[in-house]
């Protein structure tokens, strides 16, 4: 069965991906207002009674900031790991989260949701595929370093939001203080042993 796919918004100001079929679908993050969502998902024709729940990556405020109000109006459960909700800080209700952790499977709707991690600034920071029977859908956002499970997940997939964190000449040249720099280039935390620079993802976009 085919998957529909929408990127409601990516960047700084708010990270949301939807994918769906008839049966079922999945907001990966909400890092735009409810009332924002709703609304970009009804000018696309998408329906809010199709989403079974909210898949979230990590806890900045660009990919959490409509989680909360989504789940109390929609009574939707939301996919979580442990440390991304405690620093996260949500306030949501207990009988709807969903704790998972490390690279892990979870059928939400009729899809399948695989979770794996990748290195960025934050407590647990995943990338996710969506799957039907015949279809992979990836979301890698937030791809500063690149390691070989990131590569590995992304030549499995059929289509892919990717995000890349920053371009190395405009970062240079950009008027971000220094820290914050040095914040971006190094990409976060060390969860995988392979990262390097994400342009070594490129010769594999090219391929792909």
Avoid at 89 to 116: A, C, H, M, N, Y
């Amino acid at each position: 069965m085919s998957l529909s796919i929408a990127s409601l918004n990516s960047g700084s100001n708010g990270n949301c991906y939807y994918v769906g079929n008839d049966e079922g679908a999945v907001l990966v993050d909400a890092g735009l207002s409810c009332k924002e969502i709703e609304s970009r998902m009804g000018r696309l024709g998408l329906s809010m009674s199709l989403v079974r729940g909210v898949v979230v990556t990590h806890e900045h405020d660009d990919h959490i900031r409509g989680v909360t109000v989504l789940s109390k109006r929609y009574r939707l459960p939301v996919w979580i790991t442990a440390p991304t909700l405690e620093h996260g800080r949500l306030s949501l209700d207990k009988q709807l989260v969903r704790i998972f952790s490390g690279p892990q499977t979870i059928e939400i709707g009729g899809l399948q949701i695989t979770t794996f991690p990748k290195s960025h600034d934050a407590a647990d920071p995943c990338s996710v595929i969506v799957a039907s029977a015949s279809v992979r859908v990836g979301i890698f956002t937030d791809i500063g370093l690149v390691c070989d499970n990131v590569i590995r997940h992304f030549m499995q997939c059929h289509a892919v939001f990717l995000e890349s964190n920053y371009d190395e000449n405009m970062l240079e040249q950009g008027r971000y203080p220094y820290p914050l720099k040095r914040r971006i280039r190094g990409g976060g935390r060390a969860t995988c042993p392979t990262a390097r620079p994400s342009n070594y993802l490129w010769p594999t976009v090219r391929r792909f």
